[in-house]
């Protein structure tokens, strides 16, 4: 099977890594192989280049490789938040309520759930198990729609999930 994947330009030298060292982990780990040109070219059998896609799409909306390879195995999911709907001015707003004061909210969010946040380009993405994703993904959309950082935390608070 073979699949390819649009990454920013900015976010190509991310997949690739210091002496490629990042790519050849996304293959060792999926059993892939990568090609990274236009587009990223991924071939392998299809669970592997479905894992690869997943973890090179995480990479391309923020996430470090690091983080993007929790989503190989199949217990994590990826889940990405547009704001393409909002105008650039508004765009900022939002993701700047979701980020918070010197990052308070993210690491608010990421310390209730147990999931890693990227505010990133036009896109809010969570990595997480289903359920810690769901509740993540809740409490994003909660800011995006204007509910107040403090109902939020509330919110997170009775969910009573992870807390650290």
Partial sequence: ?????????????????????????????????????????????????MDAKNIITAIGRGFSPEKALKLSGGENVLEIISLKGYSPKKRATQ???????????????EQFTGCDVSVYGDTISIIGDWESTDIAKQAVLQLLTGRSHAAV???LEKTNFRKV
Wanted: glycine fraction near 8%; avoid cysteine.
């Fill in 95 to 109: 993701k700047s309520r979701v980020i918070g004061t010197k990052g308070r909210t993210r690491k608010l969010l």
């Fill in 153 to 155: 935390y509330r919110f």
């Fill in 1 to 49: 099977m073979i699949e390819f994947v649009k990454l920013p330009e900015d976010r190509k030298a991310v997949v690739i890594g210091k002496d490629a060292s990042a790519k050849k982990q996304i293959e060792k780990t999926t059993e892939t192989e990568i090609t990274v040109d236009d587009d990223v070219k991924i071939k392998g059998d299809s669970i592997g280049v």
